[in-house]
Antibody
């Protein structure tokens, strides 16, 4: 069974840093791209960042470029999100997701963790 | 960014047929996907490529559309389908719709 378990969330002051981790199991982690998706309280879903299966390529939404870093350790089957210079608008539940290619054309997120809550407030 | 517009909420009775719409601000071909998020849970992939049913998802769910207009259909609706349904496109970067909250009366 595919499992994604996030950790590292909590309350942090504006301008400070926080690092999220996502432990993967039940599949060969090193074969899959991974992504972080966030959801602000009572809001919709927002893609944050994606990393390729081997970590060689990373992609970010504009609002987090230069502040967030997605990375992975395939030996540990773990995905990370380093978040620096945090702002109140970064407050959200952060989901770790597995990215798969369906029908040769479509990148979708077929597995999701339960989410890690991040609150940015003084 | 490609903006996806969804109606905010719907209410239907069990056994009825419901269609949830998603309109894209520009063509996304068939690169549209649907997710279900039940209260307090993480999202779950239902449909990919506009009309392909994800493995394990009941055949009551179906999707259609191409270009800018897409629909997710549930027929018949069951009480357990209470959830928010999000569309997501992967043709032009990656964006989500704001979600349609489905209430079962």
């Amino acid at each position: 069974e595919v499992q994604l378990v996030e950790s590292g969330g909590g309350l942090v002051q504006p301008g400070r840093s926080m690092k999220l981790s996502c432990a993967a199991s039940g599949f060969t982690f090193s074969n899959y791209g991974m992504a972080w998706v966030r959801q602000a309280p009572t809001k919709g879903l927002e893609w944050v960042a994606t990393i390729s299966y081997d970590g060689s390529s990373t992609y970010y939404r504009d609002s987090v470029k230069g502040r967030f870093t997605i990375s992975r350790d395939n030996a540990k089957s773990t995905l990370y999100l380093q978040m620096n210079s945090l702002r109140s608008e970064d407050t959200a539940t952060y989901y770790c997701t597995r990215v798969v290619l369906r029908s040769r054309y479509y990148y979708v997120m077929d597995a999701w963790g339960q989410g890690a809550s991040v609150t940015v407030s003084s | 960014d490609t903006v996806l517009t969804q109606s905010p909420a719907l209410a239907v009775s069990p056994g009825e047929r419901v269609t949830i719409s998603c309109r894209a601000s520009e063509s996304v071909s068939t690169g549209m996907h649907w997710y279900q998020q039940k209260p307090g849970q993480q999202p779950k992939l239902l449909i990919y490529g506009a009309s392909n049913l994800e493995s394990g998802v009941p055949a009551r769910f179906s999707g259609s559309g191409s270009g800018t207009d897409f629909t997710l259909t549930i027929d018949p609706v069951e009480a357990d389908d209470t959830a928010t349904y999000f569309c997501q496109q992967s043709w032009n970067d990656l964006t989500f719709g704001s979600g349609t909250k489905l209430e079962i009366k």
